[in-house]
């Protein structure tokens, strides 16, 4: 989770930003790390708010 946290962190504004918060937080719910993966659900809400990723962000972070 932490790669995927770092690229975003260089690149904020790549294409790619959106998937990659949402695959760390995956991560950091996998490693169970809620609180990890709920802030960067949260980040992802925000920051991507027209993202393809923002729904499924949605919903996972409702389920915790």
């Known amino acids: 989770g932490e790669k995927y946290v770092s690229i975003v962190d260089k690149n904020p504004e790549a ?6 918060l949402l695959r ?10 809620s609180s990890k993966a709920f802030a960067l659900y949260e ?3 925000k920051d991507y708010p027209d993202s ?3 729904d499924d962000a949605l919903l ?5």
Do not use: T, V
């Open 43 to 45: 980040k992802l809400i």
């Open 52 to 54: 393809q990723e923002k």
């Open 24 to 33: 760390a937080a995956r991560c950091f719910e996998k490693a169970e790390d």
């Open 15 to 20: 294409p790619m930003s959106s998937y990659y």
């Open 60 to 64: 996972l972070n409702a389920m915790h």
